[in-house]
């Protein structure tokens, strides 16, 4: 019986043909991974902005207790610190010439990590 060369080179083939496709499939989970953890971080971001700007508004609006800190869970609602996804810490300084400077910083409770932050000052004539 004569043997045929194509047998070994098809086992070839196939196999070069399954590290190619292995190789694909690390560099998509991996795009995936990174996907995802950029998701992770946009979402914070977002809900931090929104914590922020309405802890801003309410400071500028007269609506806040100086120096305290509020706890969130992911939707947004106001909870107890062990139930906390953010913090938003807040510091009000009224000056006499009208001008209040306050700081508004959001943080991630899981790592304790500071997410935005807020600077800013507006002038509030005395009547």
């Known amino acids: 019986m004569r043997k045929s060369g ?14 190619i496709f292995a190789v694909c499939a690390c560099v998509c989970a991996a795009i995936i991974a990174k996907a995802s953890s950029d998701i992770s971080e946009s979402r914070d971001l977002s809900n931090a902005l929104i914590l922020a700007q309405n802890k801003a508004e309410l400071i500028k609006n007269g609506m806040y207790n ?10 947004l609602k106001s909870v107890e610190k062990e139930d906390a996804v953010y913090s938003a810490a807040s510091a009000v300084n009224v000056n ?24 800013s000052a507006y002038y509030c ?3």
Not at 6 to 19: A, H, P, R, V, Y
Not at 67 to 75: L, V
Not at 96 to 119: F, H, Q, S
């Open 6 to 19: 194509k047998t070994g080179l098809f086992l070839m083939e196939l196999m070069i043909s399954l590290l």
């Open 66 to 75: 100086t120096d305290n800190t509020e706890y969130y869970n992911a939707e």
């Open 96 to 119: 006499d010439n009208g001008v209040t400077e306050y700081t508004v910083e959001i943080y991630r409770t899981a790592d304790n990590k500071l997410i935005y932050n807020i600077n």
């Open 125 to 127: 004539s005395p009547n």
